[in-house]
C-alpha cells in the first residue's frame, strides 16, 4: 500500500477491527480509529506504531458520523480506505419471540450504521477520483440460519450494497469490496448472547474458527491489489466450515 495512506476503520476495538488496524499500522498507514469504547481505543492506539486518530462515537448516530466526519481536521480529513466493520449480531430467536429491541439494534447498526458512515466519506473519495470501501459482510449474507432471521437479513443487505455501490461507482476509480467470514472467535458470540460466555464459547467447541488476523489479512490483501484490481466479494470460511449451519466438529 502506498505509504501514510488514510484508513478509518470502524469497530476497532475489539475482533477483527482490531487485528486489521495491526496488520495496516504496520503497513505504514495512518489510522482513524473508531468504536463506542474510547478506552479499548486508546489502548489500541498505545500498541500501536503509527499516528492514529481516535473517534469515539456511535454509528447509529446520524449527526454523531456526520458531524465527526465531516469536522475530521485537515491531515485526517482525506480518507483513502473505509473498512465498515462495526457490526453486531443480538439473540438467536425465532422470529415470533424475536426482541424487537434487538433488531433495531442490528439494522440501526450493521445497515443504517454502514450507510451513514459511507455516505459521510464517499463524496470526498469521488471528487479525488480515489478510495476504497471496504465493507464486513458475512457468510450470514449468503444464506440464513434458524433463529439468524434479522443478523442475516442485515449481512445480506450489507452485501446488496456493497453490490450496489460498485456499481454507481463505476467510472470513478474508487473501489467496492465485501469480504464475508463464517465463523471467527471474537466477542461476537458474547455479544450475541449478552454476555452469557458459556454459551458464547460453545459456538466454537471443537472446531478451529477463523482468528481475527485471518479476516485482517483477507482486508489487507483486497487494499493492496493495483489500482485496476477490484476485488468485489470474498468468502472465507473455517476449513471446518462448509455452510452456515454445516460445521465439523471433533468430539
Ligand atoms: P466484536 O464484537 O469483537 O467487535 C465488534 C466491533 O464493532 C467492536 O469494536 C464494537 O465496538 C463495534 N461496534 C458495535 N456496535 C457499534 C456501534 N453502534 N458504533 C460503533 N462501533 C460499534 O465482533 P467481530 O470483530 O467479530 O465483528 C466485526 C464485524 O464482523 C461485524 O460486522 C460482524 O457482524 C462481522 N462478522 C463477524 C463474524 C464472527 O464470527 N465473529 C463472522 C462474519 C462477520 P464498541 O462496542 O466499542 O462500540
Ligand atoms: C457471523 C457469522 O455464522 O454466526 O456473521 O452468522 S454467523
Not at 12 to 27: D, H, L, P
Not at 117 to 142: C, E, K, Q, Y
Not at 156 to 170: F, M, N, P, T, Y
Amino acid at each position: 500500500m502506498n505509504d501514510r495512506q488514510i484508513v478509518l476503520i470502524s469497530g476497532a476495538s475489539s475482533g477483527i477491527g482490531a487485528a486489521c488496524a495491526k496488520v495496516f499500522a504496520r503497513a505504514g498507514a495512518k489510522l482513524i480509529l473508531l468504536a463506542r469504547r474510547q478506552e479499548r481505543l486508546e489502548q489500541l492506539a498505545m500498541e500501536l506504531a503509527c499516528e492514529t486518530y481516535l473517534l469515539a462515537l456511535d454509528v447509529r448516530d446520524r449527526q454523531q458520523v456526520e458531524s465527526a466526519l465531516s469536522s475530521l481536521p485537515t491531515p485526517w480529513s482525506e480518507v483513502d480506505i473505509l473498512i465498515n466493520n462495526a457490526g453486531l449480531s443480538r439473540g438467536l430467536d425465532k422470529l415470533d419471540r424475536g426482541d424487537i429491541q434487538d433488531w433495531e439494534e442490528m439494522i440501526d447498526t450493521n445497515i443504517k450504521g454502514l450507510l451513514y458512515m459511507t455516505r459521510s466519506l464517499l463524496p470526498g473519495m469521488v471528487n479525488r477520483d480515489r478510495g476504497h470501501i471496504i465493507n464486513i459482510g458475512s457468510i450470514a449474507g449468503h444464506q440464513a440460519y434458524p433463529g439468524g432471521n434479522v443478523y442475516c437479513g442485515s449481512k445480506a443487505a450489507v452485501r446488496i450494497i456493497s453490490e450496489g455501490l460498485k456499481q454507481d461507482l463505476l467510472g470513478t476509480s474508487v473501489r467496492v469490496s465485501c469480504i464475508d467470514p463464517g465463523m471467527v472467535e471474537t466477542e461476537f458470540s458474547q455479544v450475541r448472547f449478552h454476555g452469557d460466555t458459556e454459551r458464547a464459547q460453545k459456538v466454537y467447541q471443537g472446531l478451529t474458527p477463523l482468528t481475527p488476523e485471518d479476516v485482517a489479512d483477507v482486508v489487507f490483501f483486497c487494499a493492496t491489489r493495483p489500482p485496476h484490481v477490484n476485488i468485489s466479494e470474498v468468502l472465507l470460511v473455517p476449513t471446518a466450515q462448509a455452510t452456515a449451519t454445516l460445521v465439523h466438529r471433533q468430539v
